[in-house]
């Protein structure tokens, strides 16, 4: 196999001491001579597909409520990281998400329900991985990163143009795994971009107990990763950050730590009260920095959104919500011996054992 490689000596391994972006708070533009700004039809497809996302979160958070979702982890204000970093993705790169990331997910064409099944509990993931190329939901703290560092080296060891995106949180840097995966991608040089979407906590836990480093992109030096720090509520900036990213571990130059600050708005879940640990004008502050309004308003001051593609953007949001709201006001068909199917190839022993011992007992009561 023959590729060109950069070595990570040859780039900038330390991060800019303050988050690179493209618009200010008030979506003004920011000449920052390490980004450049993605063309107009760009900037205004991620402004619909923010959207369009924001209404999905607030519609899965409203069926947590009327209990059909077991558990629903909001992604509201961290819509930039999410639909501006799989917008940089190719047909035919890998996603890795975590339990937060569903706006991500169905972002990058995974239908809507199937994303929820997991978080309904419902049939196994929900969706095919290999379909979209998205990885399992992953709701361990940063079990995903290993698994996205290996597919990305299986790739490039087999010849494939397949670059790995994995999100992860400010909570997941704290895990054993992320250390082992950064440090197994600096070594193999594996094609990956790790996507930190620092929102300031691990559920109550904020960053400045979690770490002593001045930045979370910092500790790519440690592993030999070149890092970036952005504003994670500026699409552009991420899309633009990501979109490099990937074009650099697809040409052979590695992989990229971002870190990516940004704020979870609501609760960790609808099973948290954020009023415990954070104070409410923290959360009004962020609410003044939202991503969505951001670009708004830099389109609109551009002329490249108008009311007319407002109004029509708005009207998608609400029939993608309907959609999904009725997909899931329907009861699913279970049939409890799907809980064997495919947890192994060919089932073990025991498998077999107790699926017949759950048949038997359902025969019973039946008869």
């Known amino acids: 196999m023959t590729m060109t490689s950069v070595p990570a000596a040859s780039r900038e391994l330390l991060p800019s001491t303050s988050p690179l972006g493209l618009l200010t708070e008030d979506g003004r533009p920011v000449a920052d001579p390490g980004l450049v700004m993605p063309a107009d039809d760009v900037l205004l497809d991620l ?29 509201h204000g961290q819509e930039a990281c999410q639909i501006g970093a799989v917008a940089a993705l190719r047909e035919q790169d890998w996603l890795f998400p975590t339990y937060r990331d569903s706006v991500a997910i169905v972002t990058r064409g995974v239908d809507p329900i199937e994303t929820l099944t997991l978080l309904q509990g419902g049939w196994h993931l929900g969706y095919d991985p290999y379909e979209h190329r998205v990885g399992p939901q992953c709701t361990p703290l940063a079990t995903n990163t ?24 400010d909570g997941a840097t704290s895990e054993g795994d992320t250390h082992e995966a950064l440090n197994f991608a600096g070594v193999w040089q594996a094609p990956v971009v790790f996507l930190v979407q620092n929102n300031g906590y691990a559920i109550s836990v904020p960053l400045s107990k979690q770490t002593a480093a001045p930045s979370l992109a910092a500790k790519g030096i440690g592993y030999g990763v070149p890092a970036k720090s952005i504003d994670g509520n500026d699409a552009p900036a991420v899309y633009t950050t990501v979109r490099d990213a990937v074009e650099t571990a697809r040409t052979g ?115």
Request: net charge negative.
């Open 47 to 75: 402004y619909r597909r923010m959207v369009v996302g924001r209404r999905f979160d607030r519609q899965a958070t409203a069926l947590t409520k009327q209990g059909r979702l077991a558990v629903y982890p909001s992604s």
């Open 146 to 169: 290993l698994h996205a560092v290996g597919l990305a080296h299986a790739a490039r060891y087999q010849g494939e143009d397949t670059v790995a995106l994995v999100l992860l949180g």
């Open 253 to 367: 130059g590695g992989p990229t730590l971002i870190e990516a600050m940004t704020y979870r708005i609501e609760a960790h879940t609808n099973a948290d009260d954020a009023n415990r640990y954070r104070d409410p004008g923290e959360v009004a502050a962020w609410l003044g920095r939202d991503p969505v309004d951001r670009l708004e308003r830099y389109l609109t001051d551009t002329g490249v959104l108008d009311a007319t593609s407002r109004a029509a953007i708005t009207d998608e949001a609400e029939r993608f919500a309907s959609r999904v709201r009725d997909g899931m006001n329907v009861d699913p068909e279970v049939d409890p011996a799907e809980l064997f199917a495919h947890v192994y190839a060919s089932p073990t022993t025991a498998l077999r054992e107790q699926a017949a011992l759950l048949a038997a007992e359902i025969a019973e009561d039946q008869s």
